[in-house]
Structures are given as structure tokens and as C-alpha cells.
């Protein structure tokens, strides 16, 4: 029998660059790899709050290094600059999490239609590629690259009147799996978590008697998640040891996707 191999579970060191890293499950995904030692970009729409971002990443004490990058991923030139920033910045780039997102209702018959379609696909789906391809020439001088893509439960099924969000996270499983399948031979592992209710920015304005109700009705653990939740898992598929985990659509829902009735 061949000996048992350690592998390492260890990001300290890695340098990760994160969207929407200002609030919700980005920035509990900076927090926590900072925490586990890499090197972390914070980005996000306004500087002040990724800024914001890194000074509780620097007040925890924690032993990664954290910076912050304004940058709107709807603007295809400032990813690239952004992302080669930070990839001279910290001396290369091991790790991209495509997280950034909003939610605006789209009714297919509303007028105003166009209005969510647009802005939905251009930050949750075309930002998500446009993304990687800044980042390959850099995934590619890493011993363990990683991409994770943050889709939704809402890329699995559908709730009503969201259908340019379902099309975008819907994406974003396709373009994971056509990436994983395309960048696998780069050993470039490429996978996706789908979130469930989760208590962040996004889902602030839901008044708490309805979160419960749907919880206990929809969700089998009876409860929104915390965003930390779900970085734990982001966090998992970045290691190194998370080395033949590609393709992956992964759903961090407290069951709510496996419940029929
Ligand atoms: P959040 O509102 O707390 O954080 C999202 C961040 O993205 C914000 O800081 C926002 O400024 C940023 N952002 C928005 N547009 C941007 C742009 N054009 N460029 C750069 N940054 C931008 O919300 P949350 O929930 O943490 O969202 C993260 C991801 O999780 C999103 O992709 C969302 O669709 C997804 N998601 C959220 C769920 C939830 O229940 N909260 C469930 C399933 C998926």
C-alpha cells in the first residue's frame, strides 16, 4: 500500500482577490482568509468601504495581509487593472472568488424588464468570466489556483418574478462547469456554491417575522444562515488539499433545495 499522503489545508500565504468583499459573504470570506493566514483583496463599489473592511481584518490581529480595491466588476477595463494591481501588489494571485451581486425583481411584464436584465447578467454572470480571464495569466504561475463562483439556490430552481437573477446564478453553474472543464488540464480548479437564505445586506430588508416563517416552512434547519457559513465551505473549496474538487455545485442552503414538502 502506498504511505498516506498529507495534504495541505493551509491558504497562508496564497493571495485571494474577492468581490462585493465589502459586505455579507464577501467579507466574511476576507475575514476568514485573512484569518487563515493569505493575502487578501478586498474589492468592492466604493473604497471607503472596502477600506472599512480591512481595518476590522487589521483591528482582529489576524495573521493574513489585507488591501482594499474600489472596483464596479460591471466595468470590464477596471478588472483588468484592478486585478493585475493586485497581482503585482502581492506578488501573484492563487485564488478568485466571484461573489459580488444585488437583487432587483424582474417581472417578465413590467417595462422596466430591461432595466434588471441588463445590470443583473453584467455583475453576475459576465463580470464572473471577465474576472478569470484577467486573472488566468497569474492562476497560471500558482501551485494550487482556485476559482469559486457564488451562484444562488436561485441557479437550481426558480422563485417567481427573478427570472434575470434565475438566468444569471443559472449561468454561472454553466460557465463553472464549461471553465472546470476547459481549465482542468492547467490543474485551474473551478467550482460554485449556491447559497440559500443567508442573513446579509441583500436580504437586510426582509422583515425578520417573514424570514422565520419562511425558514420553518422552506428550510429543513428552520433558519437563515450567517454569511460565515458559507465562507467556511468557499474556504474548503480554495485549499490546496481541494485539489480534485472541480465542477463542483456545491449548495449551502440548510437543505432547502432537497425538501419537497
Ligand atoms: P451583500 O449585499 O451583503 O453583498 C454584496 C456586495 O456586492 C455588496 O457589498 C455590494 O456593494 C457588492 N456589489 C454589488 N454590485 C457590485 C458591482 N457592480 N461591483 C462590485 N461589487 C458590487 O449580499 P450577499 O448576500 O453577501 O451577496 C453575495 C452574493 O451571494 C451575491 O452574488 C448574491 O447574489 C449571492 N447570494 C445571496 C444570497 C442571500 O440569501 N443573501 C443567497 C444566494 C446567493
Redesign the pocket.
Known amino acids: 500500500m502506498e504511505p498516506y499522503q498529507t495534504l495541505s489545508r493551509s491558504i497562508a500565504g496564497k493571495t485571494a482577490i474577492i468581490?462585493?468583499?465589502?459586505?455579507?459573504?464577501?467579507?466574511a470570506t476576507a475575514q476568514l482568509f485573512a484569518a487563515e493566514g493569505a493575502q487578501v483583496a478586498v474589492?468592492?463599489?466604493?473604497q471607503e468601504?472596502c477600506d472599512a473592511v480591512v481595518a476590522e481584518i487589521e483591528a482582529a490581529g489576524v495573521p493574513g495581509k489585507a488591501r482594499g480595491w474600489a472596483?464596479?466588476?460591471?466595468d470590464e477595463a477596471a478588472i483588468k487593472r484592478v486585478v493585475g494591481d493586485v497581482a503585482e501588489s502581492f506578488g501573484g494571485l492563487d485564488i478568485v472568488v466571484n461573489?459580488?451581486?444585488?437583487?432587483i425583481p424582474g417581472d417578465v411584464g413590467e417595462e422596466s424588464y430591461e432595466d434588471s436584465w441588463g445590470p443583473t447578467l453584467a455583475?453576475?454572470l459576465s463580470?464572473h468570466q471577465r474576472m478569470i480571464r484577467a486573472a488566468l495569466p497569474y492562476l497560471r504561475k500558482s501551485e494550487s489556483p482556485r476559482i469559486v463562483n457564488?451562484?444562488?439556490?436561485?441557479g437550481l430552481g426558480a422563485t417567481p418574478g427573478n427570472s434575470p437573477?434565475v438566468a444569471a446564478?443559472h449561468g454561472v453553474i454553466g460557465l463553472t462547469r464549461g471553465l472546470a472543464v476547459d481549465l482542468g488540464r492547467e490543474g485551474i480548479t473551478v467550482n460554485c456554491i449556491?447559497?440559500?437564505?443567508?442573513?446579509?445586506?441583500?436580504?437586510?430588508a426582509i422583515p425578520e417575522e417573514h424570514k422565520q416563517i419562511y425558514a420553518k416552512r422552506r428550510v429543513p434547519l428552520r433558519r437563515?444562515a450567517i454569511?460565515e457559513e458559507v465562507a467556511h465551505m468557499t474556504l474548503s473549496c480554495v485549499l490546496p488539499a481541494a485539489s480534485f474538487l472541480t465542477g463542483a455545485v456545491i449548495p449551502v442552503d440548510g437543505g432547502l433545495t432537497i425538501k419537497n414538502a
Request: hydrophobic share 35%; with cysteine; net charge neutral.
Open positions: 468581490t462585493g468583499a465589502a459586505s455579507g459573504m464577501g467579507r474589492t468592492d463599489l466604493r468601504a472596483l464596479d466588476v460591471s461573489n459580488a451581486g444585488f437583487a455583475v453576475m463580470a457564488v451562484a444562488s439556490t436561485e437573477y446564478k449556491c447559497p440559500g437564505p443567508i442573513r446579509t445586506g441583500i436580504t437586510d437563515y454569511p
